[in-house]
C-alpha cells in the first residue's frame, strides 16, 4: 500500500514544477508578443512611410506640372509671376502665375481661357507650424466656340473659382504626418542665380518669368522626423520660343 502510493506521487507534477511551467511559458509568450508587437508596428510605420513619401511626391509633381505651363508676364493682358518667401522657419512660401485652361469650367461646355493659380500654406487654427496646401484657380479670361455664350440660355456664365485643398488636416489629426512647410525658388537667367522672391511688376524682373522652379515640400512623420521632397521643373514659356522658317 505504501508503494502504491509512493508511485502515485512520482507520477503527478510538484507545485515548485508547474511554477516553473508557468514562468516558462510566460517568457515564451512574452517573446512572442513582443516578436509581433514590433513586426506590427514595423509594418504600420512602413505603411505610413511610402504612403507619406506618395503624397508628398504627389503633391510637388502637381505644382510643378502647373509651373511648366506658367504663361509669360503681360501687364496689358493682366498676368502676371509672383512668388513669395514668408521666411525658413518654418517655410511659408507661395507662388501665383497664370495658365492657359483648356478644359471647359463646366463639363458640357466646351471652353478654352486662362486662369490664375496659386499655390500656398493654410496655417491649422491649433498650430501655426502645421499647414494645409492650398490650390486656388481663378479664371482671368474665357473664350467659347463662336456663336456660344457658355450658358445655352443666351446668358454669359460667370467664372467659376476652383480652390482645394491638395494636403489637408485629417492626416495630421490622425498623427500619420503633417505639411510643415513649403518653399520656393527662382532661377534669374539674366544672373544664373536662384533667388527666394520673383515680382514680375517690378523693374528688376518686369515682365519676365524665372527660367526655372525649385518646389520643395516638408512633411513631418509620427516621430517628429522631416522628410523633404524637392522637384526643379523648366519653364518652357520663360524664353519665347524663335518662329519656325517654313521651307518652300
Request: aromatic share 8%; hydrophobic share 40%; proline share 6%.
Amino acid at each position: 500500500m505504501c508503494t502504491f502510493n509512493r508511485r502515485h506521487r512520482e507520477g503527478g507534477f510538484t507545485l515548485l514544477e508547474l511554477l516553473v511551467a508557468v514562468v516558462i511559458l510566460g517568457i515564451v509568450l512574452t517573446t512572442v508578443y513582443g516578436a509581433l508587437s514590433r513586426t506590427l508596428n514595423q509594418k504600420g510605420y512602413a505603411e505610413d512611410r511610402a504612403e507619406l513619401y506618395a503624397v508628398g511626391r504627389e503633391a510637388a509633381m502637381r505644382i510643378a506640372e502647373d509651373l511648366e505651363a506658367a504663361l509669360p508676364p503681360n501687364r496689358t493682358a493682366d498676368v502676371s509671376f509672383f512668388g513669395v518667401s514668408r521666411g525658413d522657419h518654418p517655410p511659408n512660401d507661395a507662388v501665383q502665375f497664370s495658365i492657359n485652361t483648356h478644359s471647359g469650367l463646366r463639363p458640357d461646355v466646351p471652353s478654352a481661357g486662362r486662369s490664375t493659380v496659386s499655390y500656398s500654406l493654410v496655417p491649422l487654427a491649433e498650430s501655426d507650424t502645421v499647414f494645409e496646401l492650398l490650390r486656388d484657380e481663378m479664371p482671368t479670361a474665357m473664350t467659347l466656340p463662336e456663336g456660344d455664350d457658355g450658358s445655352g440660355f443666351g446668358q454669359p456664365t460667370p467664372p467659376m473659382r476652383k480652390a482645394n485643398l491638395l494636403l489637408d488636416r485629417s492626416d495630421c489629426l490622425a498623427q500619420r504626418f503633417c505639411l510643415v512647410g513649403m518653399r520656393f525658388r527662382f532661377l534669374d537667367p539674366t544672373t544664373g542665380d536662384w533667388v527666394a522672391t520673383w515680382d514680375s511688376t517690378q523693374q528688376a524682373q518686369l515682365n519676365r518669368l524665372p527660367v526655372a522652379a525649385e518646389i520643395a515640400i516638408f512633411l513631418s512623420d509620427s516621430n517628429g522626423n522631416v522628410h523633404d521632397f524637392t522637384t526643379i521643373v523648366d519653364l518652357v514659356l520663360a524664353q519665347a520660343l524663335p518662329t519656325p522658317t517654313v521651307r518652300r
